[in-house]
C-alpha cells in the first residue's frame, strides 16, 4: 500500500529539499537550448531535465500545456517524462489545472489519478472555480490512489485578484473559502496532509489562513520575479509547508545536465536559508 502523497511529500522535501521544478518547454526554451520546436525537441527537452533532477529534487512539475500543444505525440513524450521522473524517484505533480462538473472532474481524475493510466502521477494541480464541490471525484481517486490535489488558491498572477478576493454571502473570499475545505479534507491527516494549495510567491502580502495542514505550491519564484528570501516574511508559520517552486529560471541553465543541477541545488539551499 502507497504511503499517502502528503507523507511522501514531507519526507522528500526533508531529504532532498523543499523544492519543485517545473517541466516547462517553452518555444524560447527550446531554441535557446539549440533544439527544434518540435516534438524531437520536447522529446530531447523533458529526457535532459529528467535525467538532470529527478534523482535530486523532491517534484518535478511538467506543465502539461507545453505537451499538448504537439498533439498526441506530445501526449506520449509527457507520459514518458511522467513514467521515468517517478522512476528515479522524484514526486511528480502534474500541472493540468483540470476543472469542469462533476461528471466530467470524474474522467479528469481518471486520466491522473487512477493508477492504471498513462499519465498517472503524484499529484495533480485542479482549478475550483465551478465550486469546490465538484471536484469532489479528484479528491475521491486521490484518497483511493495515495495520490494529492493541488486546488488553486492565490494565484501568481496579477489577474487573479478579482475573482480569488470577491467575498461570498458568507464574507468570506473565495481564496479563503477554497483554504477552508482543504483544511477540512486535511483533517487529522499527519505530518501532512494530500490536499494542498496553489499560492504564489509573488503576491507581497496574504489576508488568507494558511493553516491547511497540507502543502502550499508556491509558483512565481524566478522568473516572475519571487525569491526565496520571500518565502518566509509571505507565508509566515506556515512556511515550512512551502513547496517553492520554479520552472525558467531553472531550465534556462540547460542543457548542461551540471548546470541544472547546479541551480536546483542553489534554490535549495537559498530556501533552507530562508526559512531556517
Ligand atoms: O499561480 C500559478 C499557478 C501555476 N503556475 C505555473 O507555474 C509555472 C511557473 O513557471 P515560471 O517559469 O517559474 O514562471 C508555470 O508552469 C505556470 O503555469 C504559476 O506560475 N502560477
Known amino acids: 500500500m502507497t504511503a499517502p502523497f502528503g507523507t511522501r511529500l514531507r519526507q522528500a522535501m526533508d531529504t532532498r529539499g523543499p523544492l519543485c521544478v517545473g517541466i516547462d518547454p517553452h518555444a524560447a526554451l527550446l531554441a535557446a537550448w539549440g533544439l527544434g520546436d518540435d516534438v524531437a525537441g520536447l522529446e530531447r527537452f523533458a529526457r535532459t531535465v529528467v535525467e538532470a533532477l529527478a534523482g535530486e529534487v523532491a517534484v ?16 506520449a513524450v509527457l507520459e514518458q517524462a511522467v513514467a521515468e521522473a517517478r522512476s ?17 472532474m470524474a474522467a479528469y481524475a481518471d486520466a491522473f489519478l487512477a493508477p492504471t493510466s498513462p499519465l498517472f502521477s503524484d499529484a495533480v494541480t485542479v482549478s475550483p472555480y465551478l465550486g469546490f464541490g465538484s471536484l469532489r471525484p479528484a479528491f475521491d481517486a486521490a484518497r483511493a490512489s495515495g495520490a494529492g490535489v493541488f486546488a488553486l488558491a492565490l494565484t501568481s498572477n496579477p489577474e487573479g485578484h478579482e475573482v480569488q478576493h470577491a467575498r461570498g454571502a458568507d464574507g468570506l473570499t473565495v481564496a479563503q473559502s477554497v483554504l477552508r475545505h482543504l483544511a ?12 494542498g494549495a496553489v499560492v504564489g510567491a509573488t503576491l507581497g502580502s496574504i489576508d488568507a489562513d494558511l493553516d491547511i495542514n497540507g502543502p502550499l505550491l508556491a509558483p512565481g519564484i524566478g522568473a516572475q520575479g519571487a525569491t526565496p528570501a520571500d518565502i518566509p516574511k509571505l507565508f509566515g508559520p506556515a512556511a515550512d509547508n512551502v513547496l517553492p517552486s520554479v520552472s525558467r529560471d531553472i531550465l534556462k541553465l540547460g542543457p548542461s545536465v551540471g548546470a541544472l543541477r547546479e541551480g536546483a541545488a542553489r534554490f535549495v539551499d537559498e530556501t533552507r536559508t530562508a526559512i531556517g
Do not use: H, W, Y
Open 60 to 75: 518535478l512539475k511538467p506543465q502539461s500545456a507545453f505537451f499538448e500543444r504537439f498533439g498526441s505525440r506530445g501526449i
Open 184 to 195: 477540512a479534507e486535511n483533517a487529522d491527516a499527519d505530518p501532512l496532509g494530500s490536499f
Open 88 to 104: 528515479a524517484g522524484a514526486l511528480v505533480l502534474m500541472d493540468a489545472k483540470r476543472g469542469d462538473i462533476g461528471s466530467t
